[in-house]
């Protein structure tokens, strides 16, 4: 079975639409957020492989995945949800329950009689003359169009000055969205002036997501080129020529203190509704292995670490490489310790 074989099937027996809205309230109700949450492309695949009942290590072959990168996905995003949603504990072992009979109890499944609804999808964009919005005042207006549309919403800050947001939803929601744009009643609801509202292609969308995601490299990030040894220079080439021409790529120079440092490497690539994170520790200068000892941690955006994302090195270890995805506007950060020091790295 191949991805669309697998949408095509689950689209024919289960209410996708009302699944992602519940699991996206789930979703918030377990960060215990007031922001607006929405399940990613790769929780709704996921998601479908659940409901096909298919083994997580064939959800992964399906996707062209790693088995590890589809376990951590499952056990530390859509898992979690699946229990609030459900009302389970979150010790409880969510793969002792049968899950699509969960969800179908609750009126997610549909009578295998009735046809399935097809909804079109539009990727869109709204420009409001608001200059360098605030997190609550972005909140505020995301919040207002998503009571004209009863959903929540995916949104991305591209730009200062103007700030452009970027949504998906089903035509017909865009075409409500811009019926009350051209009867000037949006800037009445928004209670800000709107100077756009048109269409996009996801193409465009990911090249907004790139220009944002470029600005969260701080102080001392350079282009690989002027930080990486030559060998390892080849070896990002390598790595660069498997990745979206949209990724964004940069290094810097970690130091450890007693002469001790590390090449920190950096590679993020927007996918639809997610950011791929790439992570590499390289030695530097002329050193030829890593520090042994040197403890790798990736923090969530609440500086939590994540348990499937620590390493520490060995004595021949020359390279370490961390991969996961996070949500568009979703912070992380890397944590490097060696002894006694300690430097954290957020993005």
Do not use: C
């Amino acid at each position: 079975m191949n991805r669309k074989e697998l949408e095509e099937l689950v689209a024919q027996n289960w209410y996708l639409e009302d699944l992602y809205k519940a699991l996206a309230q789930a979703k918030k109700n377990y960060k215990q957020t007031e922001r607006v949450q929405n399940i990613t492309l790769n929780d709704r695949d996921n998601l479908h492989g659940i409901l096909a009942r298919i083994k997580s290590s064939d959800i992964a072959l399906i996707y062209n995945k790693s088995y590890g990168q589809t376990r951590n996905e499952l056990s530390e995003r859509l898992y979690k949800y699946i229990r609030n949603l459900l009302r389970y504990d979150q010790s409880e072992d969510i793969e002792s329950i049968d899950i699509p009979s969960e969800l179908a109890k609750r009126g997610f499944k549909r009578d295998s009689s009735q046809p399935p609804i097809e909804t079109d999808k539009v990727w869109w964009r709204i420009t409001i003359e608001l200059e360098n919005p605030d997190n609550l005042q972005l909140q505020t207006i995301v919040n207002r169009i998503g009571s004209v549309l009863d959903k929540p919403l995916i949104v991305q800050k591209i730009e200062d000055g103007s700030t452009l947001l970027a949504f998906e939803s089903d035509r017909s929601e865009y075409d409500r969205i811009e019926q009350l744009y051209r009867s000037g009643r949006l800037a009445e609801l928004l209670q800000v002036t709107v100077s756009d509202l048109a269409q996009v292609t996801q193409s465009s969308l990911l090249i907004y997501v790139r220009q944002m995601y470029e600005n969260l490299f701080g102080e001392g990030y350079q282009p690989v080129a002027l930080v990486l040894t030559r060998t390892q220079r080849n070896r990002s080439r390598s790595r660069s020529n498997q990745e979206n021409r949209e990724s964004v790529q940069r290094a810097k120079l970690i130091h450890l203190g007693a002469n001790q440092s590390v090449n920190l490497e950096i590679k993020l690539t927007p996918q639809d509704e997610e950011i791929d994170i790439k992570i590499w520790i390289d030695p530097s200068g002329d050193a030829v292995y890593l520090p042994v000892g040197l403890q790798i941690t990736v923090l969530d955006e609440f500086g939590e670490p994540v348990p499937q994302l620590q390493q520490q090195t060995g004595s021949t270890d020359n390279a370490i490489q961390i991969d996961f995805s996070v949500e568009p506007g979703e912070r992380f950060s890397v944590k490097l310790v060696l002894g006694d020091v300690s430097v954290t790295e957020t993005f």
